[in-house]
């Protein structure tokens, strides 16, 4: 019930504010699961890629948010999950295993952490794993512009997102070598629409 009152008021923010553009929404598969792979360059990327798609989306959420206990009551209701920045947190994968065997969709950003120019990092190996654990499919998403809120003297730049086509990791998911050549090919895909989206 929270998580469908806050998709409905980020959906209304998200268009109204930011009038913001989406594309590509019927890559998403209408059931099973489904891991959303974004470019990560601001707290607002999380609501932003959820609110604007019908199925819920669960997050991993760094523990600190969990430390006081109404905002972590509220934001474990939409359906977060705490993990451990810095470190190999089993907790946090096998909780993000559970969400994909139980169906639902897992949000993710590959870079780790946020980006300050809005420029594309490296992708950290946890997305490529956790694909590779389950079988799920990724669906690529580049999120466009959200680097530039409140910046350069409060502007409100126009938001555009794109959920692209889904790919699927077919290699040996013990090879690390396998596992780095998937993520550079997520990180590819998000690219490639980034640049698509700059042309829109």
């Known amino acids: 019930m929270l998580y469908g009152f806050l998709q409905i008021v980020f959906r209304l923010f998200f268009y109204t504010v930011f009038r913001t553009r989406v594309y590509g929404r019927e890559n998403i598969p209408a059931e099973g699961a489904v891991i959303l792979a974004a470019n990560h360059a601001s707290n607002i990327d999380p609501p932003l890629m959820a609110s604007l798609i019908e199925r819920p989306v669960s997050y991993m959420a760094k523990i600190e948010l969990f ?3 109404i905002f972590g009551a509220a934001i474990r209701r939409c359906h977060a999950f705490p993990v451990k920045r810095g470190a190999s947190d089993r907790g946090a994968i096998k909780a993000a295993v559970a969400v994909l065997k139980e ?3 897992l949000g993710l950003f590959p870079e ?4 300050k120019t809005g420029e594309l990092q490296k992708a950290e190996a946890g997305v490529a794993l956790i694909a590779a654990m389950t079988g799920a499919p990724i669906v690529p998403v580049a999120i466009l512009n959200t680097h530039r ?3 350069n003297g409060g502007l409100i730049p126009q938001l555009r997102i794109m959920y692209g086509e889904p790919i699927t990791f077919h290699g040996d998911r013990k090879s690390k070598e396998s596992l780095d050549a998937f993520s550079e090919e997520i990180m590819g895909h998000i690219a490639r629409m980034k640049e698509e989206l700059a042309q829109k």
């Open 67 to 69: 430390e006081n206990s």
């Open 149 to 151: 809120i409140f910046a």
């Open 112 to 115: 780790g952490t946020r980006s």
């Open 103 to 105: 169906g639902r969709i």
